[in-house]
């Protein structure tokens, strides 16, 4: 049974770091996606990565900011938050397409999806 369980979440002043974890059991080949719905939006995009690491999609309001890593070792992908902004209040969710996977941001192609943490941007 695959499971996503993700952490980190919490409140940060605006300018501020988090770093969310989504730790996976029950499959070892993945490509991940990160994305997040903000009070009254739709889900959207933040990242992706490959199967393997070797490739990272972000979208164009947290690129330079936002990092994804994953250690293979411990089966967890992360999501590196730097310079917050207000504008990034939102859950964030983890989401896995099973396999050996390239990155996407396509909603439908995930398979698997974490029940989300909140993160909030405030003074």
């Known amino acids: 049974q695959v499971q996503l369980v993700e952490s980190g979440g919490g409140l940060v002043q605006p300018g501020g770091s988090l770093r969310l974890s989504c730790v996976v059991s029950?499959?070892?080949?993945?490509?991940m996606g990160w994305f997040r719905r903000a009070p009254g939006k739709e889900r959207d995009s933040v990242g992706t990565?490959?199967?393997?690491?070797?490739?990272?999609y972000y979208a164009d309001s947290v690129k330079g900011r936002f990092t994804i890593s994953r250690d293979s070792a411990k089966n967890t992908v992360y999501l590196q938050m730097n310079s917050l902004k207000s504008e990034d209040t939102a859950i964030y969710y983890c989401?896995?397409?099973?396999?050996?996977?390239?990155?996407?941001?396509?909603?439908?192609?995930?398979?698997?999806w974490g029940q989300g943490t909140q993160v909030t941007v405030s003074s």
């Open positions: 989401a896995i397409r099973e396999g050996v996977k390239g990155p996407t941001f396509a909603q439908d192609e995930y398979d698997y």
């Open positions: 029950g499959t070892r080949f993945y490509a």
């Open positions: 990565i490959s199967w393997n690491g070797g490739t990272t």
